[in-house]
């Protein structure tokens, strides 16, 4: 089984930096996303990281440890327009039998809840 | 331009009535995939092809069914309806899935088709 825990709601300032964090526990992880999604809307790519340490994109940044089982999505100078719900995807092996003399494994990400960030003025 | 494509984006259907989803792309993926997403609530991930193989949740109930003709379309089947399935239902595709040394695809997401079971 797997476990992914992110806070439920987060408010900050336009302007301001807010930090998002993820925990997960799970066997066989490869690696983690965060994604973006509007109110009604799909979910949008914003990063991933594989190896520990930060990657850094623009704006936005996500740092991983594998070994503390912990991620973290760093939203800087922020906007109205970043008002949205981040969904942080933990990465697994899941073990496949396509046939009798097939199989193998994917990496299929598994999403948290997500974390609704509220920007004011 | 629409790159994963959802119709209808609005589905009312009724208890027990079957309905069908479907799920078009322009990317050419390899791997396409259905989930489902109650409000507030994570993604949750019923099946995916890779090409045409087929890869079902374990906990995906056999009320659920899908279907991939051909690289470009996905359908959702909920072959009877029930008033707890009614949420978002997600298609998304990648152009595979991660391998090992830390090789991954990121997912698209087309805009999702919500569902009313009355």
């Known amino acids: 089984g797997q476990n992914i825990d992110q806070p439920t709601e987060m408010t900050a300032t336009e302007g301001a930096i807010v930090q998002i964090n993820c925990t997960y526990q799970?066997?066989?992880?490869?690696?983690l996303f965060w994604y973006q999604q509007h109110a009604g809307e799909a979910p949008t790519f914003l990063s991933y990281n594989v190896l520990d340490g930060l990657e850094e994109k623009g704006r936005f940044s996500s740092f991983l440890s594998r070994s503390k089982g912990y991620s973290y999505l760093l939203l800087k100078e922020l906007q109205m327009k970043d008002s949205a719900s981040y969904l942080c995807?933990?990465?697994?092996?899941?073990?496949?039998?396509?046939?009798?003399?097939?199989?193998?494994?994917?990496?299929?990400?598994?999403f948290g809840r997500g974390t609704s960030l509220i920007v004011h003025p | 331009d629409a790159m994963v494509i959802q119709n209808p984006r609005y589905q009312v259907t009724q208890f027990g009535k079957p309905v069908t989803l479907s799920c078009s792309q322009t990317l050419n993926h390899n791997v396409m995939y259905w989930y489902q997403q109650k409000s507030s609530q994570a993604p949750k991930l019923l099946f995916h092809?890779?090409?045409?193989?087929?890869?079902n949740e374990a906990d995906t109930p056999d009320n659920f069914q899908s279907r991939r003709p051909n690289t470009s379309f996905c359908f959702l089947d909920i072959r009877s309806p029930g008033l707890g399935d009614a949420a978002m239902y997600l298609c998304a595709t990648s152009r595979g899935t991660s391998g090992r040394g830390g090789y991954s695809y990121e997912q698209y997401f087309g805009p999702g088709t919500r569902l009313t079971v009355t």
């Open positions: 092809y890779y090409d045409k193989d087929f890869n």
């Open positions: 799970t066997s066989g992880f490869n690696g």
């Open positions: 995807a933990v990465e697994r092996l899941q073990a496949q039998l396509w046939s009798r003399n097939r199989a193998g494994g994917s990496y299929i990400p598994t």
